[in-house]
């Protein structure tokens, strides 16, 4: 069983930056894959990030490639969103999610662990 909160999400104008941080307890930290989703009301939860365990690479989806990074920190148990250039369409609720197997998807059913989301709005 893996336990998973999110925190600093907030308000931010267009063009800020954000990051995003999950902490994760239950099982040793690294030997799962990680990833990072977003929903608006009304709408199906999607794919933002992920990240393989032990951190061995990652992707993320078209819409935010070469303004969010995911990262991971073993020792603080932890893995990041770092959030810049952010757009008014960025703004969402933003979940943390784990899954057993360490390879990282951008399917949402394939992930077996949830946090219960921060959210974030982007201002234009």
């Known amino acids: 069983q893996v336990s998973l909160v999110e925190s600093g999400g907030g308000l931010v104008q267009a063009g800020g930056s954000l990051r995003l941080s999950c902490a994760a307890s239950?099982?040793?930290?690294?030997?799962?894959?990680m990833g990072w989703f977003r929903r608006v009301p009304g709408q199906e939860r999607e794919f933002v990030a992920a990240i393989n365990r032990y951190g061995a690479g990652g992707y993320q989806s078209d819409s935010v490639k070469g303004r969010f990074t995911i990262s991971t920190d073993n020792a603080k148990n932890a893995m990041y969103l770092q959030m810049n250039s952010l757009k008014p369409e960025d703004t969402a609720v933003y979940y943390c999610?784990?899954?057993?197997?360490?390879?990282?998807?951008?399917?949402?059913?394939?992930?077996?662990?949830w946090g219960q989301g921060t959210q974030v709005t982007v201002s234009s």
């Open positions: 239950g099982r040793t930290f690294g030997s799962f894959a």
């Open positions: 999610a784990a899954r057993d197997s360490g390879w990282a998807t951008f399917e949402v059913r394939g992930y077996d662990y």
